[in-house]
């Protein structure tokens, strides 16, 4: 006999059912005082319900009522310095990335500016453009002064020319009233947007950006000869320890200077910045291996020191105007 021929189990769930199909149930079996009347079906029982409360979670777009950032229109918004701190919840702030672009100008005070592997300190008159994507922490110091604009990267997508690709670290100078009008005529254009005059005004502020002087200026006037032997050992310590993704502060340190006298040696000689001259060897090391090479252009970005296979395509097409891949379909 198979388990489902036995007859012997009783008790729930296996009790015999007291309806039958086609059995009338006799009054002993009637337990309610009186059989309600029937309701008829239709749409007058919903007309009749009352309306029952709807959560307000139910009533917000899916974005608001999971927790989940809804992203801002196009446009810029521009606040005081003394109210932008930027970077984690630890503390001191660690480097933290934002959206946007991020412009910080100080005119009075200072400004604690970190990011992973260097560490600066913006005075009075200093700028600094940081790009989306970009982690820092920003710690203005007590009583500083200045403005923080933060735009949209659709906003600066359109600029012609183009906000710096890897930031920039500039003095104002005597620009200040000009970049200040720009910005203010900026924010008051992007609260009721014309597209047309928005476009200017963008092009126009990376104009004024373009016209800064880079840095600080010296603090004396005196010429004084580069070290061209300090910028040898730097550029063939560089080389070396591409894939280390070691600071300019680490290479200055081993070579027994400092990270300003590099750079001092480094804008004499060659116009440009220590960490500026590292980028340049990073590109032209790639530019090698895509053409006499096969190697996959993510092991490339990992053996030359960049953050992410994606910073080194970014930086790669700005540099060359192409992909990594197109051009060593162009070099073959």
Request: proline share 8%.
């Given at each position: 006999?198979?388990?489902?021929?036995?007859?012997?189990?009783?008790?729930?769930?296996?009790?015999?059912?007291?309806?039958?199909?086609?059995?009338?149930?006799?009054?002993?079996?009637?337990?309610?005082?009186?059989?309600?009347?029937?309701?008829?079906?239709?749409?007058?029982?919903?007309?009749?319900?009352?309306?029952?409360?709807?959560?307000?979670?139910?009533?917000?777009?899916?974005?608001?009522?999971?927790g989940r950032?809804?992203?801002?229109?196009?446009?810029?918004?521009?606040?005081?310095?003394?109210?932008?701190?930027?970077?984690?919840?630890?503390?001191?702030?660690?480097?933290?990335?934002?959206?946007?672009?991020?412009?910080?100008?100080?005119?009075?005070?200072?400004?604690?500016?970190?990011?992973?592997?260097?560490?600066?300190?913006?005075?009075?008159?200093?700028?600094?453009?940081?790009?989306?994507?970009?982690?820092?922490?920003?710690?203005?110091?007590?009583?500083?002064?200045?403005?923080?604009?933060?735009?949209?990267?659709?906003?600066?997508?359109?600029?012609?020319?183009?906000?710096?690709?890897?930031?920039?670290?500039?003095?104002?100078?005597?620009?200040?009233?000009?970049?200040?009008?720009?910005?203010?005529?900026l924010a008051?254009?992007?609260?009721?947007?014309?597209?047309?005059?928005?476009?200017?005004?963008?092009?126009?502020?990376?104009?004024?950006?373009?016209?800064?002087?880079?840095?600080?200026?010296?603090?004396?006037?005196?010429?004084?000869?580069?070290?061209?032997?300090?910028?040898?050992?730097?550029?063939?310590?560089?080389?070396?320890?591409?894939?280390?993704?070691?600071?300019?502060?680490?290479?200055?340190?081993?070579?027994?200077?400092?990270?300003?006298?590099?750079?001092?040696?480094?804008?004499?000689?060659?116009?440009?910045?220590?960490?500026?001259?590292?980028?340049?060897?990073?590109?032209?090391?790639?530019?090698?291996?895509?053409?006499?090479?096969?190697?996959?252009?993510?092991?490339?970005?990992?053996?030359?020191?960049?953050?992410?296979?994606?910073?080194?395509?970014?930086?790669?097409?700005?540099?060359?105007?192409?992909?990594?891949?197109a051009f060593?379909?162009?070099?073959?």
């Amino acid at each position: 006999m198979s388990s489902f021929e036995q007859t012997q189990w009783d008790g729930f769930p296996f009790s015999a059912s007291r309806i039958r199909a086609g059995r009338r149930l006799s009054d002993s079996e009637v337990t309610a005082p009186s059989i309600p009347e029937a309701v008829p079906a239709g749409p007058g029982l919903a007309a009749s319900a009352p309306a029952r409360p709807v959560s307000a979670a139910f009533g917000m777009r899916p974005a608001l009522r999971e927790g989940r950032p809804v992203a801002r229109q196009a446009g810029m918004r521009l606040l005081p310095l003394q109210a932008f701190i930027w970077g984690s919840r630890a503390m001191p702030p660690q480097p933290r990335t934002r959206t946007d672009h991020t412009l910080i100008w100080v005119t009075e005070g200072r400004v604690q500016l970190d990011f992973p592997r260097d560490h600066f300190v913006l005075r009075a008159g200093d700028l600094r453009h940081i790009p989306a994507g970009t982690a820092f922490a920003a710690i203005p110091s007590a009583g500083a002064r200045g403005h923080v604009t933060l735009i949209s990267v659709a906003l600066a997508a359109g600029a012609q020319p183009p906000l710096p690709e890897r930031g920039l670290g500039a003095h104002v100078g005597t620009h200040a009233a000009q970049l200040e009008a720009t910005l203010h005529e900026l924010a008051v254009e992007t609260a009721n947007p014309d597209p047309g005059a928005l476009s200017c005004l963008m092009n126009l502020l990376s104009l004024r950006l373009g016209q800064l002087m880079p840095d600080r200026p010296p603090e004396t006037t005196d010429e004084v000869a580069p070290d061209l032997p300090l910028i040898e050992r730097f550029l063939a310590l560089a080389e070396q320890q591409l894939g280390s993704a070691r600071s300019v502060a680490e290479l200055a340190s081993d070579l027994g200077s400092t990270t300003g006298t590099l750079d001092q040696a480094c804008l004499a000689a060659r116009g440009k910045r220590a960490v500026e001259l590292i980028h340049d060897l990073q590109l032209e090391r790639a530019a090698d291996l895509l053409r006499h090479s096969d190697r996959p252009t993510m092991r490339i970005a990992a053996e030359l020191g960049y953050s992410s296979h994606a910073h080194f395509i970014r930086s790669f097409v700005a540099a060359t105007g192409r992909t990594p891949d197109a051009f060593r379909a162009q070099a073959c």
